[in-house]
């Protein structure tokens, strides 16, 4: 079982930066992929960025490529996401997630941590 926590979303103008975390409880977050997702207003939830359980490989959607960068600290149970850049299309609710399934799947959710970027 693992349980995650995101924090450090919140309002920003374009062009800013914000840096997410996401704390995991459990014994098996060393050896689980981790994943951010995010849902904006009115649509699917989307894949944004994922990285495999050594953290290396990273791999992004196409609309967050050169400007996320997504990393683990194994030691402190915690995988990040550092958004620059930011548009205002990037306001969403961010979820992490963890044991990533596929582009939609995953077998953990946190609760999920508002970012909103204004013009």
């Known amino acids: 079982q693992v349980q995650l926590v995101e924090s450090g979303g919140g309002l920003v103008q374009a062009g800013a930066s914000l840096n997410l975390s996401c704390a995991a409880s459990?014994?098996?977050?060393?050896?689980?992929?981790m994943g951010w997702f995010r849902q904006a207003p009115g649509k699917e939830r989307e894949f944004v960025a994922i990285i495999d359980r050594r953290g290396s490989n990273p791999y992004y959607a196409d609309s967050v490529k050169g400007r996320f960068t997504i990393s683990r600290d194994n030691a402190k149970n915690t995988v990040y996401l550092q958004m620059n850049s930011l548009k205002p299309e990037d306001t969403a609710v961010y979820y992490c997630?963890?044991?990533?399934?596929?582009?939609?799947?995953?077998?953990?959710w946190g609760q999920g941590t508002q970012v909103a970027v204004s013009s």
């Open positions: 997630a963890a044991s990533i399934l596929s582009m939609t799947r995953a077998d953990y």
């Open positions: 459990g014994r098996t977050f060393s050896s689980t992929t």
